[in-house]
C-alpha cells in the first residue's frame, strides 16, 4: 500500500484504502486487501466499511466482493468534466485518429506518474497497457519524456527520485544519466519516442501540450506497433501533432485550469 503521510490523517489513510482497491482492477475481498495492506486487520476494516457505507465503495453480499463506489464514479466524472483535458481535447483526440488511422493518447503527470485521461483507438486497435484512468511511468513512456522535458531541473529531479527505473524491455531507460540525457534531445526537437521502451514492439511519437506562457499542461502521443511502422515513420505525424497540442493548449486558456505544483523549464 503507498506510503501515507502522517500529516494527512485519516483522510489520506482512507484515500490510501480506496487506491488499494482500485488497483487490484477488479471486486476485491477483503482477505485478499489485508494481504496487500498494512493496516492491521480491524482498522483496515474499520476503513471499509466507512467507504462503503459513504458510497465511495460497494459491497457486493453474493460475492463478498469489494469495489468502487457509486459516489466514487459520480466524483470521478466530475473530475474528468471540471479539470481534464479531456473534455476539451476529446474532438481533437477524435479527428487526429481518423486522420492517422492510429491511436491516440492524451496524458498529465501525476505525481511522478503518467496518469493517460483519454485514447482514442486505431482503426485496427492494438493490444497495449494504457487505457484511460491507467497510470504508467513517467521515465519509459513517450508522453512521460515529453512532459518531463518541459519541467525545470528541481521538478526533474523530484520526479526521477520517484522513478523506479524497472527495465521492461532490452530498451528501457535504466538510470537517471541516460534520461537526462534524452531529455536534452527532447527539449531540442520538441517530441520525444517511445523506443520500445514500456512494451515489447509498441512505439510513439510525443509531444508536450503547452500553453503560451509556458505552463505544462499535459501530452500527447500517437502510438503504433513495430509490425506495421517505424518510429521514422511515426515522426513523420509530429508537426500535426504539434499543431494540436497548440490548438488544444488555446482552447484550455478559456477555462480555470487547476494550478499545478509543477513548474516548466526555462527556454533554452
Keep these: 500500500m503507498a506510503d501515507t503521510s502522517s500529516a494527512d490523517g485519516t483522510v489520506g489513510k482512507a484515500l490510501s484504502v480506496l487506491d488499494l482497491v482500485a488497483s487490484f482492477g477488479r471486486p476485491v475481498r477483503f482477505a485478499e486487501l489485508q494481504t496487500k495492506s498494512d493496516f492491521p486487520k480491524a482498522t483496515l476494516y474499520r476503513f471499509v466499511q466507512t467507504l462503503t457505507n459513504q458510497g465511495m465503495l460497494a459491497f457486493n453480499p453474493e460475492t463478498q466482493t469489494y469495489g468502487l463506489g457509486i459516489r466514487l464514479v459520480r466524483l470521478a466524472h466530475g473530475a474528468w468534466r471540471q479539470s481534464s483535458l479531456a473534455p476539451i481535447a476529446q474532438a481533437h483526440l477524435d479527428a487526429l485518429s481518423l486522420e492517422l488511422s492510429e491511436t491516440v493518447h492524451l496524458a498529465q503527470l501525476d505525481h511522478g506518474q503518467v496518469l493517460y485521461v483519454d485514447k482514442r483507438n486505431a482503426a485496427n486497435p492494438l493490444p497495449m497497457y494504457s487505457e484511460a484512468g491507467k497510470v504508467g511511468p513517467a521515465y519509459c513512456t513517450g508522453v512521460g519524456k515529453a512532459m518531463l522535458a518541459c519541467l ?46 514500456h512494451e515489447p514492439g509498441i512505439i510513439c511519437v510525443a509531444v508536450p501540450i503547452i500553453t503560451e506562457r509556458g505552463r505544462l499542461l499535459g501530452a500527447l502521443s500517437v502510438t503504433s506497433a513495430t509490425t506495421r511502422t517505424t518510429l521514422d515513420q511515426l515522426e513523420h505525424h509530429a508537426p500535426r501533432l504539434k499543431n494540436t497540442a497548440k490548438a488544444i493548449a488555446a482552447e484550455m486558456s478559456a477555462w480555470r485550469f487547476p494550478d499545478q505544483t509543477l513548474t516548466p523549464a526555462a527556454a533554452e
Design 152 to 197: 525545470d531541473d528541481a521538478t526533474v529531479q523530484d520526479i526521477i527520485a520517484q522513478q523506479s527505473f524497472h527495465r521492461f524491455t532490452p530498451t528501457t531507460l535504466t538510470s537517471a544519466e541516460a534520461l537526462l540525457a534524452e531529455l536534452k534531445d527532447i527539449r531540442a526537437d520538441g517530441h520525444s519516442f517511445d523506443r520500445e521502451e
